[in-house]
């Protein structure tokens, strides 16, 4: 049985920063492809980063230069550090290794 766990989100002011954790059991997270997404309200869900078994990442646009998203393998585990944060990065974001999800972490972004 595959669980996914996302957390770090919260509260930060606009420039600041957040580190997302997703931890994964029953799937080996270094061996598949794996994204962030994040769902503003009202809004669709909205691919942010992925990351390759081969370690090759890649950006929506808006948060080019902002987001980065790395893995640990010793700690199944996949990050997105996300700097300079502007009001409109609030959403709740997901982790989602292959074809499974996690529950999410909200993300607010105000002053």
């Known amino acids: 049985q595959v669980q996914v766990v996302e957390s770090g989100g919260g509260l930060v002011q606009p420039g600041g920063s957040l580190r997302l954790s997703c931890v994964a059991s029953?799937?080996?997270?270094?061996?598949?492809?794996t994204a962030w997404y994040r769902q503003a309200p009202g809004k669709q869900r909205e691919l942010v980063a992925t990351?390759?078994?081969?370690?090759?990442?890649n950006y929506e646009d808006s948060v080019k230069g902002r987001f980065t998203i790395s893995r640990d393998s010793t700690k199944n585990a996949v990050y997105l550090q996300m700097n300079s944060l502007k009001p409109e990065d609030t959403a709740v974001y997901y982790c989602?290794?292959?074809?499974?999800w996690g529950q999410g972490t909200q993300v607010t972004v105000s002053s």
């Open positions: 029953g799937i080996i997270l270094g061996s598949v492809y």
């Open positions: 989602n290794p292959t074809r499974y």
């Open positions: 990351i390759t078994p081969g370690g090759i990442t």
